[in-house]
């Protein structure tokens, strides 16, 4: 997926490597505190879950990316806060209702892979499809 440079130019800095604003720094102490909850509970989820899942490919990946330690940590937060979301049990559209359950999570997967996608690595989808296909 491919990020969009910003205004300034191509030779200019990605959105994820500016300076943050005290309402990202919360949001990202909020990811840091989600991350152990993510390790424990994504691979459960996504077994329940993703081999129906359209986006199973992007989430796997963004899983890989997120716990990568050379993941710069803004990205690493933003992609946690994506994969809380998926794997708690509170919802906006709750998971089982059929064909509508996950749009949101789509939609915030989405959304945080337009933010930070240039981070998700060819290793990265590599190993999502390496492990998908397992």
């Known amino acids: 997926m491919s990020h969009a440079s910003n205004a ?12 943050m604003s005290r309402q990202e720094m919360q949001t990202i102490r909020k990811a ?9 509970k ?30 710069d940590f803004k990205v690493k937060a933003t992609l946690l806060g994506a994969l809380a979301y998926f794997v708690l049990p509170i919802d906006v559209i709750p ?23 240039d981070a998700i690595t060819k290793a990265h989808r590599d190993k999502a499809r390496d492990t998908l296909k397992a």
């Open 42 to 71: 994504f691979w459960e989820a996504l077994k329940r879950l993703a081999r129906g899942l359209p986006f199973t490919e992007d989430l796997v990946a963004a899983y890989y990316c997120a716990f990568d330690p050379a993941t």
């Open 95 to 117: 998971d089982a209702l059929p064909l509508i359950g996950f749009t949101d999570d789509a939609a915030v997967l989405a959304l945080a892979l337009k933010t930070v996608g």
């Open 8 to 19: 300034d130019g191509p030779d200019c800095e990605p959105d994820w490597k500016k300076r």
């Open 32 to 40: 840091a505190r989600d991350e152990r909850t993510v390790k424990e």
